[in-house]
C-alpha cells in the first residue's frame, strides 16, 4: 500500500485519499481508514464533519509525520565519533544529523585511523575519495558537514589543484627570460618560432614561452613553483608579459604582478608591445572597437614601463575605444 506521508502534505481529502490508495471498494477503505488511525499514520480535522456514508468518515485527515525516536542518535553523537568532531550542531539539530549520517561517521572513522593527526597534504578531490569515496564531495556539500562539525578544509590538510601551465622552453639555461603570453595563437607562433632554432624576438633572447590563457592565468599562477620544472622557477630569471593592448589586457598584467609581487618580479615585454604599436602605426590598420563591459580601472604600473611616445599611443588607442590585438603579431614579424 502506498504511503500518505510521502505526499509531502498536511492533510487530504477523503476522496483523494481514497485514489490515492488505490482502493475501488468503500468497506475495505474504511476498514483501512480506521487502520490508518490506529496507527497514527493520521488523524481526523474535526470541523470537517462527516461524509454521510456508513461507516462514516470524516471528510478530511491530517497526515500525521512518524515519530522518530533520537535516542540512539543522541548516544552516538556523544560517545560513538571521533573526539575531535564538536557535535553541538547536530545534538541540537537531529533531524539534520540523520540525514548527514553516512557523511559524519565516514568522517569520524577516518579521523579514527590518524589518533595523531593527518600527516600527508593530498589535492582536495583524493582527500574526499579517500573520507568518503565520492571525489567530488568536498566541493559539493562537505565542507558544509565540516563547518558543521567545526572543521575547517585546512584541518584535513587539502590543497587546491590548478590547471597545468602549458610552456615551451628553447634552452633551460639559468637565469633566462621568460615570456606570457596572453592569447593561444601568438603562442603557438612563439613556440614554432622557438622550435626553429632561433630566440631572439625583438632583440630580445627568449628562452622560454608560457601560454597565460587571459585571466585563467591567475589560477596557475598561484601553484607556478609546483607547475615548472626547477630551472624556469628560477629566482633570477626575468618573467615578461605580453597580451592585448586594451584595458582588460593591462589589467591582467597589472592585477597578476600585484598579486605575485613576492614572488616573482613580472615586467610587461615592452619589445614586444612596442612592435605592436609600431606595425599598427606604420601600416595604418583599422583597429577594432573594444568589447563592451570591459573594466576600465587601469592605474600607471604598466603605462610607467613605456617612453613618451609610445605611453601617448597606448592612451590615444584606448581614448578612441579601440585596441591592439596581440594577433597583430606573426612569426614574420619575429
Given at each position: 500500500?502506498?504511503?500518505?506521508?510521502?505526499?509531502n502534505?498536511?492533510?487530504i481529502?477523503?476522496?483523494?485519499?481514497?485514489?490515492?490508495?488505490?482502493?475501488?471498494?468503500y468497506?475495505?477503505?474504511?476498514?483501512?481508514?480506521?487502520?490508518?488511525?490506529v496507527?497514527?499514520?493520521?488523524s481526523?480535522?474535526?470541523?470537517?464533519?462527516?461524509?454521510?456514508?456508513?461507516?462514516?468518515?470524516?471528510?478530511?485527515y491530517?497526515?500525521?509525520?512518524?515519530?522518530?525516536?533520537?535516542?540512539?542518535?543522541i548516544?552516538?553523537?556523544?560517545?560513538?565519533?571521533?573526539?575531535?568532531?564538536?557535535?553541538?550542531?547536530?545534538?541540537?539539530?537531529?533531524?539534520?544529523?540523520?540525514?548527514?549520517r553516512?557523511?559524519v561517521?565516514?568522517?569520524?572513522?577516518?579521523?579514527?585511523?590518524h589518533?595523531?593527526?593527518?600527516e600527508?597534504?593530498?589535492?582536495?578531490?583524493e582527500?574526499?575519495?579517500?573520507?568518503?569515496?565520492?571525489?567530488?564531495?568536498?566541493?559539493?556539500g562537505?565542507?558544509?558537514?565540516?563547518?558543521?562539525?567545526?572543521?575547517?578544509?585546512?584541518?584535513?590538510?587539502v590543497?587546491e589543484?590548478?590547471?597545468?601551465?602549458?610552456?615551451?622552453?628553447f634552452?633551460?639555461?639559468?637565469?633566462q627570460?621568460v615570456?606570457?603570453?596572453?592569447?593561444?595563437?601568438?603562442?603557438?607562433s612563439?613556440?614554432?618560432?622557438?622550435?626553429?632554432?632561433?630566440?631572439?624576438?625583438?632583440?630580445?633572447?627568449?628562452?622560454?614561452?608560457i601560454?597565460?590563457?587571459?585571466?585563467?592565468?591567475?589560477?596557475?599562477?598561484?601553484d607556478?613553483k609546483?607547475?615548472?620544472?626547477?630551472?624556469?622557477?628560477?629566482?633570477?630569471?626575468?618573467?615578461?608579459y605580453?597580451?592585448?593592448?586594451?584595458?582588460?589586457?593591462?589589467l591582467?598584467?597589472?592585477?597578476?604582478?600585484?598579486?605575485?609581487?613576492?614572488?616573482?618580479?613580472?615586467?610587461?615585454?615592452?619589445?614586444?608591445?612596442?612592435?605592436?604599436?609600431?606595425?599598427?602605426?606604420?601600416?595604418?590598420?583599422?583597429?577594432p572597437i573594444?568589447k563592451?563591459?570591459?573594466?576600465?580601472?587601469?592605474?600607471?604600473?604598466?603605462?610607467?614601463?613605456?617612453?613618451?611616445?609610445?605611453?601617448?599611443e597606448i592612451?590615444?588607442?584606448?581614448?578612441?575605444?579601440?585596441?591592439?590585438?596581440?594577433?597583430?603579431?606573426?612569426?614574420?614579424?619575429?
Open positions: 500500500m502506498k504511503d500518505l506521508r510521502k505526499l502534505k498536511k492533510r481529502d477523503t476522496i483523494e485519499m481514497q485514489k490515492y490508495l488505490g482502493i475501488e471498494d468497506l475495505e477503505f474504511a476498514s483501512i481508514v480506521k487502520d490508518l488511525e496507527k497514527k499514520v493520521i481526523p480535522v474535526a470541523s470537517s464533519k462527516g461524509n454521510g456514508k456508513r461507516p462514516a468518515l470524516y471528510n478530511r491530517n497526515i500525521l509525520q512518524e515519530e522518530i525516536d533520537y535516542s540512539k542518535y548516544e552516538e553523537l556523544h560517545y560513538g565519533l571521533d573526539i575531535r568532531l564538536n557535535k553541538t550542531y547536530y545534538l541540537k539539530n537531529l533531524e539534520k544529523y540523520i540525514e548527514d553516512d557523511y561517521l565516514s568522517l569520524s572513522r577516518f579521523l579514527k585511523k589518533p595523531e593527526g593527518i600527508t597534504e593530498l589535492a582536495v578531490n582527500r574526499s575519495f579517500q573520507v568518503w569515496g565520492k571525489e567530488k564531495f568536498l566541493k559539493k562537505g565542507e558544509r558537514i565540516l563547518k558543521n562539525l567545526g572543521l575547517t578544509l585546512d584541518y584535513l590538510k590543497y589543484t590548478t590547471e597545468p601551465l602549458p610552456y615551451y622552453s634552452d633551460k639555461t639559468t637565469p627570460n615570456v606570457i603570453i596572453e592569447n593561444k595563437d601568438t603562442f603557438y612563439l613556440r614554432k618560432f622557438l622550435l626553429s632554432g632561433k630566440n631572439s624576438i625583438f632583440g630580445v633572447n627568449i628562452s622560454t614561452v601560454y597565460g590563457g587571459g585571466k585563467t592565468i591567475f589560477k596557475s599562477f598561484k607556478f609546483l607547475c615548472v620544472e626547477p630551472y624556469l622557477a628560477h629566482k633570477d630569471n626575468k618573467i615578461l605580453l597580451g592585448d593592448i586594451d584595458y582588460e589586457g593591462i591582467i598584467y597589472e592585477n597578476l604582478s600585484e598579486a605575485f609581487k613576492d614572488e616573482v618580479n613580472l615586467e610587461p615585454f615592452v619589445e614586444g608591445y612596442k612592435e605592436m604599436i609600431d606595425k599598427y602605426l606604420r601600416e595604418n590598420i583599422d583597429l573594444t563592451e563591459g570591459q573594466n576600465r580601472g587601469i592605474k600607471t604600473l604598466f603605462l610607467d614601463y613605456f617612453q613618451d611616445e609610445y605611453k601617448k592612451l590615444k588607442v584606448l581614448k578612441m575605444d579601440k585596441y591592439i590585438p596581440q594577433e597583430i603579431l606573426t612569426i614574420e614579424d619575429f
